[in-house]
């Protein structure tokens, strides 16, 4: 880094004091609170967070130095608590990311399930196009048994997180159909679990996928499981149409 972006020593000084400061006002916070929940001891944490990271920043710019501290990711900052203690009812949020890493068995696997669903010369254009083989391939397999077998689906993983929220009330069916996922309060979250490589350094892979993951039955006879070729070769995947 030059010299005409480095900060200067008194910045970095600044940022020390200002780290201190945080501190005495997170302990008197903690001191101070009325619960287990206090929104002020909350409000302190941030505020010393956001100034130890402040502080390390401009150590490191400045005399490529690292503090031993670590500033608590995503999971470890959620707001405190302030749904039902006792939840008559409650609703799982998931995202998971994929890309399209190998189209043409994304196709083949699609037309399999294809043609054990339908008979013999009935219309294959809904397994012919990549969106359209997401359609049949998402609409015949659970979310979990995809995101288990995302290799063989031609997908890989990307992000994932998933939410657990507390509500006072079951909602009436239909309700929130039009915008699932919308006026999601960050303070009724009762459990979040996230996935990332950007976690890597503190978790392998495999001890990430097992606390997150589960594989679902696809058919209690077994039937689509024993069409679909969970070891397809490179020879056995047709082409992908260049019109497509």
Known sequence: MSDAVQPTAAEVRAAAEAVKTALDRHLAAVERRSGEDDPAVYEAFNQLAAAAEAYDELLY?????????????????????????????????????????????????????EAADYDEGADGEAS?????????????????????????????????TLWVTAADD?????????????????????????????????????????????????????DIEDELDTDLDEDDLEPMDADR
Do not use: M
């Open 61 to 113: 710019d400045r005399y490529d130095e690292v503090t031993p501290f670590e500033i608590p990711g995503t999971e470890d900052a959620l707001p405190p608590y302030t749904g039902p203690e006792e939840p008559n009812a409650l609703s799982v949020l998931i995202r998971r990311d994929y890309a399209v890493a190998e189209p043409q068995r994304l196709l083949a696997q699609a037309q399999r399930v």
């Open 128 to 160: 012919g196009t990549v969106h359209g083989a997401l359609g049949i391939l998402f609409g015949e397999f659970e979310p979990d048994e995809i995101a288990s077998r995302h290799k063989e689906f031609g997908l890989e993983e990307g992000d994932s």
């Open 170 to 222: 079951q909602t009436d069916p239909g309700e929130w159909l039009e915008a699932p996922f919308e006026g999601v309060d960050p303070q009724r979250v009762v459990c979040r679990f996230d996935v990332s490589t950007v976690f890597d350094d503190d978790l392998d892979d495999e001890d990430r996928a097992g606390g997150t993951r589960r594989r679902l039955p696809v058919d209690s006879d077994g």
